[in-house]
């Protein structure tokens, strides 16, 4: 079985920043890609910022220059650093994972809980 476990989510006012982690766990051969997604309050959901195995990254327009994502593949976690938030960026923050089991030949993907993001004064 595999997990994946946010955190780093809350409060906090315009301008400011917050870390989210992402870790993935469980029976793991290889992650292949990890991102992170978002949706807001009627709002569909959005990709935000996606990191592959070898580091490439890329981002939506809206969060360029703001966020960085970075991963730590020997924790099997990813991370998303956000700087000058906007109420804009109010939203839930999902992490996702497109990775190989233990024992697979094929990759899945998988989706944590969700983490609240509430950019508010």
């Known amino acids: 079985q595999v997990q994946l476990v946010e955190s780093g989510g809350g409060l906090v006012q315009p301008g400011g920043s917050l870390r989210l982690s992402c870790t993935a766990s469980?029976?793991?051969?290889?992650?292949?890609?990890m991102d992170w997604y978002r949706q807001g309050p009627g709002k569909q959901r959005e990709l935000v910022a996606r990191i592959t195995s070898g580091g490439s990254t890329n981002y939506t327009d809206s969060v360029k220059d703001r966020f960085t994502i970075s991963r730590d593949s020997a924790k099997n976690t990813v991370y998303l650093q956000m700087n000058s938030l906007s109420p804009e960026d109010t939203a839930v923050y999902y992490c996702h994972a497109d990775l190989v089991r233990s024992g697979s030949s094929r990759s899945y993907s998988y989706w944590g809980q969700g983490t609240q993001v509430t950019v508010s004064s």
């Open positions: 469980g029976s793991i051969w290889r992650i292949n890609i």
